[in-house]
């Protein structure tokens, strides 16, 4: 095994030079069995049949060169292989046939002129075949601990898949499973197709391991079904790459991701209308700040689909930024889309940078996302996180409105209603700021809104990815509270939301998400367990495999979000988002409050900060000296 190994090192040009001697020696071969066939009896050439010999090689390798049959990789080689195979000999045959009887030589008998390419055929591709299946052997060989799969949906997809996997030899491939009931009984390429009551069965008998789900076409609600379905099975459930990765045909395990986080969430997302979209963006020019950041970069990529004129891309981190602009040159030119892209470096505390902005660029929209938003991060530095989330947004809106921009939408958290810490009650203050500020407003000034939403699935910072990580490492995952309870939504619904709030705000809104049944933190833990073919480690299962660790609420945590203040939410344009009613300062008395908490964020005075937050900020309570050094759990915006 270790010298057939050897050969898979070898040079590409001697791998190559080694394929065509081979070939050369099939076209002889053929030749020899089409005239002993044709005779009878074994042959021996004479006298002018050694030039029909030497015709095939002859021939044959400039033709397969000419059809790049020595430019493929056997060990992916397939039907298109065969079928280029196929045309090379068709014409190999038809020229040879000219050739030898433009010679007119007798020794060339008429039915050799068919049976030596049918040969020939037969035998390349055969030697084709089998060195795939040999190449295949060895790479299989190196594979350890194989996975036993199923593949969750017979179709085009899942075909396809385990067209892939037959190469790789990362998976034992031992079923599919379809939920039309006139494929289970039957098999795809020697392999059952099981209905989804058998599944349970097969995974048990046949020792199954994991599960993949090929169902790119279905629903929302059809796989959030199928998925609860498998988190009883002792699997790990992954997804399909999309459908441009499958067309390359080099899917590996490393291309199965693990599944969404719409997956997680148990509930359909919400959808956008297109209209309030794009009467608000077609054409005109943009301005994101927090760009680069998990809502911020989801906002300019969903802006881009309605074709603005120009977009503003502002952030304070340079890395960030560089690379949210190469990506979106890119899709603009995979799109041939002519959208001016602008990256703006800049912090939102500098106010002369801001107007400078807007007075250059003329925005005719602000969505503003740019904020400190991790609770310990801004219950540690205080005065850092007043500056940027409330003074910001002060900034920002006031620039916007000297520059008459049309609309500015602040991204604002369920952490802002009656707030437990730092983070929440600062951007409530932003709220406040933008209500004040809308209630002064001259006709045809900026018109001001805030969005509000829980939780965001997969952004930076949030539950998942800090669970995933624990469960690659095996656990413990960590865990506030039992019974820690969460709004959540995916990045996509948060950016939709805030672009559709800004077309149907006219001033001083703040609109909330109707975001269905909240999660328990530790059933979103447990579902990830499941769902990676594992299982919690309790009281009731002792031997499971990884652990639940309950590390106590920080101060300033809540058991529970809430995302109105107030209880009389009215109805708005989209079924799914909401617009609240609730009390806010007036301007002059707020600014008084401003100027109050501003000189106590410049000299780092905590508690008058924090007299001044619970003078304007309704419900909010707070507990001073809290230790947030340790990792939350707990997702931000």
């Not at 046949?206 to 699997?235: C, F, H, M, W, Y």
């Not at 030119?333 to 002519?338: G, K, S, V, Y």
């Not at 077309?503 to 109707?514: H, I, N, W």
Request: hydrophobic letters at 45%; charged letters at 20%.
């Amino acid at each position: 095994m270790e010298a057939l190994r050897e050969v898979l090192d070898w040079p590409r040009p001697v791998k190559r030079l080694v394929v065509i001697l081979v070939d050369m020696l099939l076209a002889l071969l053929a030749t020899w069995i089409a005239y002993s066939l044709r005779y009878e009896t074994l042959h021996w050439p004479e006298g002018g049949q050694w030039w029909v010999y030497l015709l095939g090689p002859v021939l044959a390798i400039p033709i397969f060169v000419r059809f790049g049959l020595y430019r493929a990789i056997f060990r992916y080689t397939g039907m298109d292989a065969l079928l280029a195979t196929g045309q090379a000999i068709g014409l190999y045959a038809l020229l040879r046939i000219v050739i030898l009887y433009w010679r007119n030589w007798p020794v060339f008998p008429l039915t050799l002129g068919v049976l030596q390419p049918i040969i020939f055929f037969v035998l390349i591709g055969s030697s084709r075949v089998l060195a795939r299946a040999w190449l295949a052997g060895i790479s299989h060989g190196k594979q350890q601990n194989q996975g036993r799969l199923l593949i969750f949906g017979a179709g085009a997809a899942g075909v396809q898949t385990s067209t892939a996997l037959a190469v790789t030899g990362h998976f034992k491939l031992l079923g599919f499973v379809d939920e039309d009931p006139t494929k289970a009984g039957q098999s795809i390429n020697g392999v059952p197709v099981f209905s989804v009551t058998e599944v349970a069965v097969v995974v048990k008998n046949l020792g199954i391991t994991d599960i993949l789900l090929a169902i790119p076409s279905a629903s929302r609600e059809r796989r959030n079904k199928i998925i609860q379905s498998l988190r009883s099975l002792p699997v790990h459930t992954r997804t399909l790459p999309g459908l441009t990765d499958l067309a390359s045909g080099r899917v590996t395990v490393t291309d199965f991701r693990e599944l969404d986080v719409e997956d997680l969430l148990g509930r359909a997302a919400v959808t956008p209308q297109a209209d309030l979209l794009a009467c608000s963006l077609f054409n005109q020019t943009i301005l994101v700040t927090g760009a680069a950041g998990s809502i911020g970069s989801e906002l300019c990529r969903q802006i881009l689909k309605e074709r603005p004129r120009r977009l503003l891309l502002l952030d304070h981190h340079e890395f960030g930024l560089y690379s949210l602009h190469r990506e979106l040159q890119t899709w603009c030119r995979l799109q041939a889309l002519d959208i001016e892209l602008v990256p703006l470096l800049a912090s939102v505390v500098n106010r002369r940078r801001l107007d400078w902005i807007c007075a250059t660029y003329q925005p005719d929209t602000v969505y503003h996302a740019a904020a400190y938003k991790h609770v310990p991060m801004v219950e540690c530095n205080p005065s850092e996180g007043i500056l940027n989330n409330v003074f910001g947004t002060l900034n920002m809106a006031q620039a916007a409105h000297a520059a008459r921009v049309a609309s500015f939408v602040l991204v604002s958290t369920d952490k802002a209603v009656r707030p437990t810490n730092l983070m929440g009650a600062s951007k409530r203050m932003a709220e406040l700021v933008l209500q004040a500020l809308a209630s002064q407003n001259e006709r045809h000034a900026t018109c001001f809104s805030m969005v509000r939403f829980g939780n965001v699935l997969g952004s930076s910072g949030s539950v998942v990815p800090m669970f995933r990580e624990q469960l690659a490492h095996g656990g413990p995952l960590t865990i506030t509270h039992p019974e820690v309870t969460r709004y959540f939504m995916t990045i996509p619904e948060a950016a939709q939301l805030v672009l559709q709030a800004a077309a149907m705000a006219v001033g001083g809104e703040v609109f909330v998400l109707e975001m269905g049944e909240p999660v328990k933190i530790i059933d979103l833990a447990r579902r990830l367990v499941s769902l990676a073919g594992l299982q919690v480690r309790d009281a009731h299962q002792p031997d499971g495999d990884v652990e639940l660790s309950f590390i106590g609420l920080r101060p300033g945590e809540k058991l529970y979000e809430e995302l109105l203040i107030g209880d009389n939410p009215t109805a708005t344009a989209h079924p799914r988002i909401m617009k609240a009613h609730e009390d806010f300062m007036a301007w002059p008395e707020l600014v008084s409050q401003l100027q109050r908490l501003q000189s106590a964020a410049i000299e780092e005075d905590i508690e008058s900060m924090r007299l001044v937050l619970r003078k304007c900020v309704h419900g909010f309570h707070d507990e001073p000296g809290a230790d947030f050094s340790a990792t939350t759990t707990e997702g931000s915006l």
